[in-house]
Structures are given as structure tokens and as C-alpha cells.
């Protein structure tokens, strides 16, 4: 990717898993961050990383994502900031984790203002009591 400069990318699928040889996360993450960059309107990640991370929040502010489909398995982690996807119409979240119970979502649905098509399967909220 780094090598094709800034020329536009309209589409990035990525299918990853961590198996016999560990993967690391934050060079996956820099792939993501360098074709938002890009003005990519479709994104695709199928990642079931077994290192304890968060996907980078950035995914959640882009002026240019219409489809968004995330299938994170057993992670990375989704921890909700800040979410501008002005242009995003259709969000697959499938087997996602979210930080937060019930906040992230929320704050992730409430940025999608064009959302025409969601699809929720397999959603959990990791929640950590430390009273």
C-alpha cells in the first residue's frame, strides 16, 4: 500500500486470523488507516486477532465510508469515541465487541445519520466491575 503513494482506493477487504504465526495488529492497523486515507468508500474487515487491541478509531470518522462491514471475532476490541459517518448507508457488525455495554453502539448508530441498512449479529459488551 505504501508503495502506491495516495492514489485513490474505493474499496479494502481484509481477512486476517491469528493462528499458528501471531499477526501483528498495528501493522494491520496501519493498512486501515493509510486507505482511509484514501478516500475508501467500502471497508471490510474479517480479523480475529488474538492479542488483546482496539480497533483504531479513526474507522469511525470518515467523511467518505458508505459500506462497513466488520467481523472481528474474538477481537480486535471497538472502544466508541467520536463517530462522523456522514455517507455510511449500510453497516454490518458481526460477531463485534464493544467496551462498552450498550454505549458504543449507540454512540456509533447516532453518527451514521444516512444509515439505510443494518445488520447486528453476534454483538457483546465486555463490561469490567473493578468496585
Same mark, same amino acid.
Given at each position: 500500500? &505504501? $508503495?502506491?503513494? %495516495?492514489?485513490?482506493?474505493?474499496?479494502?477487504?481484509?481477512? !486476517?486470523?491469528?493462528?499458528? =504465526?501471531? #499477526?501483528?495488529?498495528?501493522?494491520? /492497523?496501519?493498512? !486501515?488507516?493509510?486507505?482511509?486515507? +484514501?478516500?475508501?468508500?467500502?471497508?471490510?474487515?474479517?480479523?480475529?486477532?488474538?492479542?488483546?487491541?482496539?480497533?483504531?478509531?479513526? #474507522? /469511525? $470518522? *470518515?467523511?467518505?465510508?458508505? +459500506?462497513?462491514? $466488520?467481523?472481528?471475532?474474538?477481537?480486535?476490541? !471497538?472502544? #466508541?469515541?467520536?463517530? *462522523?459517518?456522514?455517507?455510511?448507508?449500510?453497516? =454490518?457488525? #458481526? &460477531?463485534?465487541?464493544?467496551?462498552?455495554?450498550?454505549?458504543?453502539?449507540?454512540?456509533?448508530? *447516532?453518527?451514521?445519520?444516512?444509515?439505510?441498512?443494518?445488520?447486528? %449479529?453476534? !454483538? *457483546?459488551?465486555? $463490561?469490567?466491575?473493578? &468496585?
Amino acid at each position: 500500500l &505504501a $508503495l502506491q503513494g %495516495n492514489s485513490p482506493v474505493q474499496k479494502f477487504s481484509l481477512k !486476517i486470523q491469528d493462528g499458528l =504465526y501471531p #499477526v501483528d495488529p498495528i501493522r494491520i /492497523f496501519r493498512w !486501515i488507516l493509510n486507505v482511509l486515507e +484514501r478516500g475508501l468508500s467500502d471497508l471490510k474487515l474479517n480479523m480475529d486477532l488474538e492479542s488483546d487491541c482496539l480497533l483504531p478509531s479513526k #474507522v /469511525f $470518522l *470518515s467523511k467518505t465510508l458508505v +459500506r462497513l462491514k $466488520l467481523d472481528l471475532g474474538f477481537g480486535p476490541t !471497538i472502544e #466508541v469515541e467520536d463517530v *462522523s459517518l456522514p455517507k455510511l448507508k449500510t453497516l =454490518y457488525l #458481526v &460477531a463485534t465487541h464493544f467496551e462498552k455495554h450498550g454505549v458504543g453502539l449507540t454512540k456509533l448508530l *447516532s453518527g451514521c445519520h444516512m444509515l439505510e441498512d443494518l445488520v447486528l %449479529n453476534g !454483538i *457483546s459488551w465486555f $463490561l469490567w466491575d473493578l &468496585a
